[in-house]
């Protein structure tokens, strides 16, 4: 390694404050919460033509995010990040409705395109990027940690 380049030690340690700060001023950020009648692969299958038919980008985040990069739990919602501006294209074609209760899709409005830099298309899906899946997974109920822990060691530290 030359002087030049940076090295990072102790990637886990920095990702744990990240998140903690993330969930700070996460709760700022606009959710919507829908319900889908689909069963949850028929759902990433609409996600997938959504994309396909008219080029809407919605990003798999969260436990459906996260079994892309390390497939170590079974979900029952599905977590999305769309762009602001492709948001009401997404809500009309998607087969899905706001609700108050009930949800099992939860979409995060996306106000900047930087959170998806690095995005990957994992089994005909877009994901968000592996950070962007681990500080939203930090932020669910559940086997949060064992998820997020996947993440970390099968796509965030390697790239020390």
Known sequence: MSSKELQILSPQSIMVAWAEAYLEKSSSFNIIVCHTLLRIAE???????????????????????????????????????????????????????????????????VTSDGLLYYARIIENQQVAPPVQVYLGCMKLKGRREEMAEGILLKEIARLK
Do not use: W
């Open 43 to 109: 759902f990433e299958n609409t996600i997938h033509q959504i994309k396909a038919d008219s080029d809407i980008g919605c990003y798999l985040t969260g436990f459906a995010g996260g079994v892309r990069y390390a497939p170590v739990m079974r979900y029952s919602k599905i977590h999305l990040l769309v762009p602001q501006r492709r948001l009401s294209s997404f809500l009309k074609v998607a087969e899905c409705k706001q609700v108050d209760s009930g949800t099992n899709v939860q979409i995060h409005i």
